[in-house]
């Protein structure tokens, strides 16, 4: 798992914007502050130590978020009911109404 650091080159957010990270440690529920690359400007920031990203909207994957896993050991799940899918670190459980996804059997690709 990578680690918020000062400095960190290759920080990113789950949808996939550059991360800076100015401070680390700050007081405070979201101790590490940085900015996100938007384009054409980099807007303030601010993270909890696991990557999660300040906002008014309770929602538990925000876009915002830093990843931090290692994308090589990400897991697809859906939901049976809404097919809603989500990425988690391999070794993740979500609830019984959650299956794994294969990407191959989603993707309809043969062997």
Known sequence: MKKI???AQDLKTRDGRDVRIYATGMPGRFPVHGSINDG???NVATWTDEGRCYSTVIRKDMPSDIILEDDSKLVLWRHLTTCEVRLRPE???LPADWERVDLKDLAGWDE
């Open 5 to 7: 650091e000062v400095g």
């Open 40 to 42: 054409d400007e980099w």
């Open 91 to 93: 070794g993740y459980t």
